[in-house]
């Protein structure tokens, strides 16, 4: 392999300049592991100097893989199909039955679609030296083709001149095969539904999933968004249950099916194996391939070629010994600290013997000779590797491998290479795709109750971050202009805490930081939902969040909040002009308008109720100030500050989209927008909950709230106690209206997996 110009070797400024600017242009797409609600999240960074690899090294690679994927179907096909031949011929019947990797119940019978493999992962290594060697096979692993995609699109950007020169092969022909593969193993024959399945937004792979997802046109869903019910494979969605055709799994053997495939471990879609052996569901790849990641393939697999093809391998894989057979255990024992030592099963840990002490040695040896089938043994190898697909595309039933692919170049796999093939004559190498022609449904209604969620809840972080961040900068301008102490009996109950230690302390758990972060975690869950032009707002948010100011430096922090509203009325500029007025956006409104009734009518409630006298100046204008409303205001009244006028405008006043009124209007009109959910009661109780927030605002007498005696401080606290117990109402009201049937089904094992989120105080 070589660089992108032997003849104009990149140099070192060039290659830092194009470094600085592939990692604005990842960080702006924010392709994160999900679940970094506690820290910034974890970044990733693409090497901008691909790897180049020469078209007759790659018909070699071509070849050997096209072989090992036939032979892999085949193989697979022979242990899991009606009348196995090879089991106990060619492949020790021990290696397969006795391995936790094989499916008893994925056995005797044929899933619906060609073959089992639809898109088979290998990872290869030594192509460098011309020597290549398969080091894996991966299957139910389709989040590193996201990945890889999403490194194939940054390096074309930076370096299109540079592929259009070396002729890369495109990768489009490969993803139109896949498409076409997934479109025809579909059980159902015209309209199919595909899904991209994710174990949850808090595995790292959900993003890179939710990427191939966006580029194939497929919906991402979670495993808590599908449901197996009267045999069929639905998923929950915001308006109810839709069926589902083929599931492209990112969840392994291990995990799919609690009930009749992994029922030790909570989680992935119980029943889908059922199912699939009813034929109602189609499951890529299916439920059993897990047994190819176990290390005994690279000791069966040249017997199944010689076997089945008279023929060696035409790619090998690593010398590996296996200790069920008497030279591969005397070898094995011999040089024992000298090999990594991989038991049967693939998600078991491996032992490097280089580094243990003599009794651990002793006692696996022990072992081995205790149970001598158990286990394998290869040399160490810490070569770099290269991760490539295959697939089959159905309109010609032949094999296609992915030209390149990507590597990764350290050992956290943090830093990617994108990997091109030259040869191909190609101008447009970027990942392109034109509208499937699978005569999808229509999809414009349809978002899974995850999405949905993470969406609305996306809303409210919004609104509640931005509350916090005008709160406090409100009490240090005012703490700035005051020529006495801060001694304001509001004070303690407009902010719970010193103002600048809510901005930038990271362990206060009522402070900004876990709002942000969540922030952050709920956008990453739903990348591909929302525009591409809110990323580099939230990076900023995510960039000043991790480096954050001095708790004594009151000037740094108020500039912090500056910075923070910026990005934080760039991302909901973004939101209203960029993003399509479908289900995934009025939740988010509504989350927003929620948040920001509640909130305005929180902060009134508490200020308001430690004084029964006329509300001061400043606590008027505090509050006039952090609602957005202070210009209008004085726009509109010209006068000093009066109680009821400050209370109109932020209660009552239809007129500013700052005030609970407008809010909760707009809530009531998002409602009336949004697709009916199956159960059109819960619906009309929703809404009804909705328009009595309005009808209190509209019958409310606002001089009568703010008299100066007892009676006005009765009167504003019941109204003030009614909006929030109806606004919190509403909330709850929604999540059992539109996602409740994600969490009150319990899995068969009695538990009930869910994101943790902030819910409200």
Known sequence: MTGPDDDAPMGTDTRDRLRRRADRRLRSRQLVAA?????????????????????????????????????????????????????????????????????????????????????????????????????????????????????????????????????????????????????????AERSPRVIVLSPGADHPAHADLGELARILGYTLAEAADVTVRRGAVHLRSVTGLEPVHVVLRGIGDEAIDALEVSPAVAGGVPGLLAAARARTVTVADAIGTGWLHSPILDVVLPAVARHLDADELHLPGPRRLWCGDDDGQRETLARLGEFVLEPLDPTAPTVDTRLVGRAELDGLRAEIERRPWWWTAREPDDEPTLRTYVTVDSEGGDAIVLPGGHATLSADESVAVDVWVGGGGSTSPAPTLRPAGLGQVDLAASLPSQAGEALLWFGRYLERSEHLLRRARAVIDLAATSTEPLERPWLPALLPGPAVTLLVDPERVDGLRPLLDALVSSASSVRGLLPTDLWSDLDRIDTDTAELADPHDVAAARALADRLLAALAGIAGTIAESMVRDPGWYLLDIGRRLERALGTVRMLEATLAVTTDRPDDDLLEMLLTVVVSLNAYRRRYRSDLEADATL???????????????????????????????????????????????????????????????????????VLAQLRDDLHLLGSSTSDTFFRHTIAEALPSGTVRRRARQRDA
């Not at 007759?56 to 193989?75: K, P, Y």
């Not at 949004?674 to 109780?685: D, E, F, G, K």
Request: hydrophobic residues 45%; aromatic residues 2%; proline residues 8%.
């Open 648 to 718: 109109g405008i932020l209660l009552v006043d239809a007129t500013n989209p700052r005030s609970v009124r407008a809010a909760a209007q707009a809530v009531v009109d998002d409602l009336g927008r949004l697709p009916n959910p199956s159960v059109s009661a819960a619906r009309t109780n929703l809404t009804a909950v909705a328009r009595r927030i309005v009808g209190t605002l509209d019958r409310v007498d606002v001089p009568a709230l703010v008299a100066g005696d007892d009676t006005g401080a009765a009167r504003r606290a019941d």
């Open 35 to 187: 679940g970094a609600a506690h820290g910034p999240a974890a970044r990733r960074a693409v090497e901008p100097a691909p790897l180049v690899i020469g078209a007759a090294t790659w018909e070699i690679v071509e070849r050997g893989l096209l072989q090992r994927h036939r032979l892999l179907e085949a193989l697979i096909d022979d242990l899991y199909g009606p009348d196995p031949r090879l089991i106990g011929r060619v492949v020790p019947a021990e290696v397969v039955h006795a391995n936790p990797a094989f499916v008893p119940a994925a056995a005797g019978w044929t899933p619906a679609g060609s073959g089992r493999l639809s898109l088979t992962g290998f990872d290869l290594s030594g192509i460098d030296g011309g020597r290549p060697v398969v080091r894996a096979v991966r299957v139910a692993d389709p989040g590193p083709l996201g990945r890889l995609l999403e490194t194939r699109t940054i390096t074309a950007e930076l370096l299109g001149d540079r592929l259009a020169e070396t002729g890369v092969r495109p990768l489009t022909p490969f993803l139109v095969g896949l498409r076409r593969r997934l479109g025809t193993i579909a059980t």
